[in-house]
């Protein structure tokens, strides 16, 4: 799934923690010129108003910086938002970003379709901090943008798993535009192509690719890296294995099944039957 536009602008991939106390707007700023989003929480400005200074001060400096540096310009800068229904302050502190139509929301301890839908209406993206595979597709469907996994040993609401475990649980599912689906259990399929390298018949699991390239050259570079055997090294393919898939289209999409067409469906499902064919092979 391709990086939201806002992105690149960014000349290094991060994003600056927002510290609570700690993150103000020269931290912020100074991040923003260095090449990465620059982030602070809305609590750290106090009182509430001191929140319209601060968001003021950073969009003039930035401005001031791109005007100055128009072959450099600074990243995009965040706020961070604690969404739960015990802040006060939420709703003033939305109505401040709206005003100065913040690029980036960083929402933690809950999500809300309507902190989304505001945040697109004004052009912004949000990003969600989630723990666990539950609450990852939980912003997903409610309209975040973006995922920060927050793992065991980070600041703040730390996670209970490690980054390596996180990140590849999330990585399981994929909710997003696009261009081709397969899956099975065996890895070559029509014209020798090698569109699963390590998928075995045998091994009780089916494996799933998605596709995401748009157009003649992604699609070249696709088949390219299939045809040497590394398809998921390519930035346009998601991979991943499963006992059971159950993939939901936007609308009812014609599909094939063994090299024979089938069908238009809005929803296919599979799932590993074990022992459920016999291959007999002559004795030597």
């Known amino acids: ?27 912020v700023i100074a991040q923003c010129k260095g090449g990465i989003v620059g982030s602070f929480p809305a ?34 800068f965040a706020v961070n938002q604690i969404v739960h229904r015990s802040n006060d302050r939420f709703e003033e502190d939305m109505l401040t970003c709206a005003k100065w139509k913040v690029p980036i929301v ?19 993206i ?20 973006g995922l920060i996994a927050v793992a065991a040993g980070a600041g703040g609401h ?8 996180l990140v590849q649980e999330i990585r399981k599912w994929f909710d997003g535009p696009a261009t081709c689906v ?34 003649a050259l992604q699609w070249a570079r696709t088949l390219g890296r299939a045809a040497a055997a590394r398809t998921d090294r390519s930035p346009f393919v998601e991979m991943t294995q499963g006992r059971t898939m ?4 936007a609308e009812p999409l014609a599909y094939e099944l063994d090299g024979g067409e089938r069908g238009a469906s809005k929803r296919l499902r599979a799932k590993i039957v074990p022992a459920a064919l016999t291959v007999c092979v002559p004795e030597e």
């Open 1 to 27: 799934m391709p990086l939201p536009a806002i992105f690149d602008r960014l000349r290094i991939p991060a994003i600056g923690a927002p510290l609570f106390i700690v993150s103000n707007p020269d931290l």
């Open 43 to 76: 609590l750290n400005a106090r009182p509430q108003s001191q929140l319209d200074e601060w968001i003021h001060q950073i969009t003039e400096e930035l401005a001031a910086y791109d005007k100055a540096n128009p072959d450099a310009p600074s990243s995009p």
């Open 106 to 124: 960083i929402t933690s301890l809950g999500a809300r379709v309507e902190l989304n839908d505001a945040v697109h209406s004004w052009g912004g």
């Open 246 to 249: 159950d993939v939901k289209f």
């Open 182 to 215: 397969l899956f099975g259990n065996v890895g070559t399929i029509t014209g020798g192509i090698r569109a699963f390298d390590d998928a075995r018949p045998d091994d009780g699991y089916l494996d799933i690719g998605v596709a995401t390239a748009q157009g």
């Open 158 to 165: 730390a996670g209970r798993w490690s980054p390596f475990a």
């Open 126 to 145: 949000t990003l969600h901090d989630i723990i666990d595979d539950r609450y990852a597709r939980k912003a997903v469907e409610k309209g975040a943008d």
